[in-house]
């Protein structure tokens, strides 16, 4: 069997904590197990989604998750090495717009008073898989953020082939003053100027790290620090050199120098900014 953080030494070292910004927990094979290499990779904050209209085990399961990671560092010898915090976004993603009824609506309200939820998402637009027709993932978009405008909580947006429209709703409605992040970004320094003009966060994933994503670090280089974040989406999109993987929140760290490089400073402000960042958005109140 293999040891909590094999891989770890293979990481670079960031110099400071860093946040995974969007996690899927729920979604990986050994939650507890990735919490802890986590916790050794230098994450400190790991924001896991949790769709209401599919599955809410997360919020049955995360104290488990959370305690048998601390067995498992304890066991391998790793005295001292604090868990990352981590803090709950819940949503209807825009593949299950047709499954955002006033159900899950009201489930999304009741949420926010958990002391974990932190964010509503991911919410937003897909236009590559069109899962739900597009009228309907328009009104669950706008009805989550009218929501997120009246609690006062940030969103987390996802938007796939379908920027413009993105957005023209969020200029229409307005972003909540709380804070509105748009997840893992793979679009190049225009589209970003735009988003950081409306006043958006960008959160960078793996794909940075691709070696054709040229674009892409362009749009990280004109992203200012106190607007950027980084996260992996784990289970997917694991970064280079463990592209093709699954990934999982410690590869974070790969992102964070990706995106360091791309800007051509080091890897402790880029953890340094993101983490604070993530703090401000997640961790309100
Ligand atoms: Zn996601």
């Known amino acids: 069997m293999t040891s909590v953080g094999d891989f770890i030494t293979s990481l670079p070292v960031l110099g400071n904590p860093v946040c995974d910004a969007h996690a899927h927990l729920d979604m990986l094979e050994d939650p507890a197990r990735a919490l802890a290499n986590a916790a050794l990779a230098g994450i400190a904050l790991v924001a896991t989604v949790v769709d209401l209209s599919e599955d809410e085990r997360t919020f049955l399961e995360l104290d488990g998750w959370l305690a048998s990671a601390a067995r498992m560092l304890t066991a391998d010898g790793h005295v001292g090495v604090e868990l990352p915090e981590v803090r709950i976004v ?71 082939e379908a920027h413009d429209d993105g957005l023209a709703i969020l200029r229409e409605q307005g972003l909540p003053a709380a804070g509105c992040i748009i997840h893992c970004f793979t679009e190049g320094a225009a589209t970003a100027e735009r988003f950081l003009e409306a006043g958006c966060t960008i959160s960078f994933a ?68 993101a983490l604070s960042n993530a703090r401000k958005l997640y961790l309100r109140g």
């Open 90 to 160: 819940v949503g209807a993603h825009p593949h299950n717009a047709s499954e955002f009824t006033p159900t899950v609506a009201a489930r999304m309200r009741e949420a926010t008073r958990l002391p974990r939820v932190s964010a509503f998402g991911e919410l937003g637009l897909d236009f590559h898989y069109d899962n739900s027709p597009r009228d309907v993932q328009r009104a669950a978009f706008r009805e989550q953020l009218s929501m997120a405008h009246e609690l006062a909580v940030p969103i987390v947006v996802h938007l796939r």
């Open 206 to 273: 793996g794909p940075i790290t691709f070696k054709k994503a040229v674009a892409l670090r362009e749009a990280a280089e004109v992203t200012p620090l106190d607007r950027l974040l980084v996260e992996t989406d784990c289970p997917f999109l694991a970064p280079e050199p463990f592209r093709g993987r699954k990934n999982e929140p410690a590869f974070t760290v790969l992102t964070a120098a990706a995106v360091a490089a791309a800007k051509g400073i080091s890897t402790a402000e880029v953890a340094l900014a």
